[in-house]
C-alpha cells in the first residue's frame, strides 16, 4: 500500500521549528580521483535522532567523521550549535563500530577515559562514570575488562563513555552492526529510552531499513557516490507508540517498503 505524503512530512509539524544542532552546508569530499560527496547539506535537529541511510559506499561515515572534526571537507563548512567545525570538539563524541575499548582498563577506567582526558577528578570521573554504566545496564562490571565481555557489552560500554563526557552530540558509526540480532534488537530499544531521557542530539549511520525506521526522528537517504541527500522522511507517527509495538505497524512497514523501493535499484 502507497504511504500518503502526509505521513511522510518532510517538514515540520505545526508549531515551531525545532531548532537544529548541527548544520552542513555544501559539503564535497574526494580522495584522489574519488569524489565521495558532493555539495551536500543537510540540517540535524536538536535533540533527536537522524539516522543516514544508503547503499555500500554512498559516504555515511564518510560525513560522520566530517561532522566529528576527524575529517576535513574539500568544500563547503559544518557548523555545531552555530559554530563551525575545525576539528574534534568536546560538543562532540563518536561511538565506533568496533567499539575502541582500551584493553588493558577496565569498564570503569574505560567509561571514565573521557574525563581523565579532560583533567576532572578521579572521584568525580568514576562518579559520573558509574551512573552511565548503570544506566547502559552493566552494572556489577566496573572491574571487568574488554576482553571478559561479550561484544554486546563492549558496546555498550563504548556507549557510556560517550554519555560520559556529556557531548551534545552523539555520532554513532553502525554501532550495533557487530553484535546478534538479539541483541541489537534490545540496543534499538534502550537506544530510544536514552534519546527520550538525554536530550541529545544523535546521528547514527546505519545500513539497515527497519533499524532505521525503529529507532529515527529524521531519516536522510543518500545517493551512491558522489553523495548527495536523495529524501528526507520523519516517521513521526512512531515516535508516540509503545516500542514493543512499532514493527508491527501499518506506518512502519510501508514506510520501510517505501524506501526499499527508492534503495533497490543502486544495490547490485
Known amino acids: 500500500m502507497a504511504m500518503p505524503q502526509t505521513d511522510l512530512s518532510l517538514v515540520e509539524t505545526a508549531g ?66 552555530g559554530h563551525p567545525v575545525t576539528g574534534p570538539g568536546p560538543d562532540r563524541a563518536f561511538v565506533f563500530q568496533d567499539f ?51 561484544g554486546g557489552m563492549r558496546q555498550r560500554v563504548g556507549l557510556a563513555r560517550a554519555l560520559a563526557v556529556d557531548a551534545e552530540v552523539l555520532l554513532m558509526d553502525e554501532p550495533f552492526s557487530a553484535v546478534d540480532e538479539q541483541t541489537r534488537r534490545k540496543f534499538q530499544e534502550d537506544l530510544l529510552e536514552l534519546v527520550a531521557q538525554e536530550r541529545k542530539t544523535f546521528i547514527f549511520v546505519t545500513h539497515s531499513i527497519e533499524e532505521a525506521v525503529y529507532v529515527s526522528d529524521q531519516i536522510a537517504i543518500l545517493l551512491p557516490r558522489p553523495s548527495r541527500v536523495s529524501e528526507i522522511i520523519r516517521p513521526e507517527g512512531l515516535r508516540t507508540k509503545d516500542v514493543a509495538n512499532i514493527r508491527r505497524d501499518s506506518e512502519y512497514l510501508d514506510i520501510v517498503d517505501r524506501i526499499w523501493a527508492s534503495l533497490r535499484s543502486y544495490v547490485e
Not at 49 to 54: A, D, E, P, R, V
Not at 109 to 134: D, H, M, P, Q, W
Open 16 to 81: 515551531a521549528a525545532p531548532q537544529m544542532a548541527v548544520r552542513v552546508r555544501g559539503v564535497s569530499k574526494t580522495y584522489g580521483s574519488v569524489e565521495a560527496l558532493r555539495n551536500l547539506s543537510l540540517d540535524f535537529p536538536r535533540g533527536q535522532l537522524t539516522s543516514l541511510l544508503g547503499p555500500s559506499g554512498c559516504g555515511k561515515t564518510t560525513l560522520l567523521k566530517i561532522i566529528a572534526g576527524l575529517l576535513e571537507p574539500t568544500a563547503g563548512e559544518v557548523e555545531v550549535n
Open 100 to 150: 575502541a575499548l582500551l584493553p588493558w582498563a577496565t569498564v570503569l577506567r574505560n567509561v571514565a577515559f573521557g574525563l581523565e582526558l579532560r583533567g576532572v577528578a578521579r572521584s568525580e570521573r568514576e562518579a559520573i562514570a558509574e551512573k552511565y554504566i548503570a544506566k547502559v545496564g552493566l552494572s556489577g562490571f566496573e572491574k571487568s575488562y574488554p576482553h571478559e565481555l561479550s
